[in-house]
Nanobody, 113 residues
Framework: VQLQASGGGLVQAGGSLRLSCTASIMYNIDRVGWYRQAPGKQRELVAAFTSPTNTNYADSVKGRFTISRDNAKATVLLQMNNLKPEDTAVYYC?????????WGQGTLVTVSS
């Protein structure tokens, strides 16, 4: 499986960004979603599909971020609204299939105050 992430950038606090992750395979997957890693911190879950319809969000992004998927386009989107400086991080797409985990290359999101 290969993942291609895009959509990061610089935005002011309160602004919005949408991340996109396109996978080479988007069927028979265990889970797909987004993680992030801020400088000096561990990588953490942001949002993920844990089944075709069930989602899981980090408490810090609930109500602000929305994950969605388009299986026909093999794409997972992360709509990020009301961004905060603490959302600044490298965001990674993640997909698990047949027990094998694949990571995308990461896309940088910087939120200025």
């Amino acid at each position: 499986v290969q993942l291609q992430a895009s959509g990061g950038g610089l935005v002011q606090a309160g602004g919005s960004l949408r991340l996109s992750c396109t996978a080479s395979i988007m069927y028979n997957i265990d889970r797909v979603g987004w993680y992030r890693q801020a400088p000096g911190k561990q990588r953490e879950l942001v949002a993920a599909f844990t089944s075709p319809t069930n989602t899981n969000y980090a408490d810090s992004v609930k109500g602000r971020f929305t994950i969605s998927r388009d299986n026909a386009k093999a794409t997972v989107l992360l709509q990020m609204n009301n961004l905060k400086p603490e959302d600044t991080a490298v965001y990674y797409c993640n997909l698990v299939r047949a027990g094998i985990t694949t990571w995308g290359q990461g896309t940088l999101v910087t939120v200025s105050s």
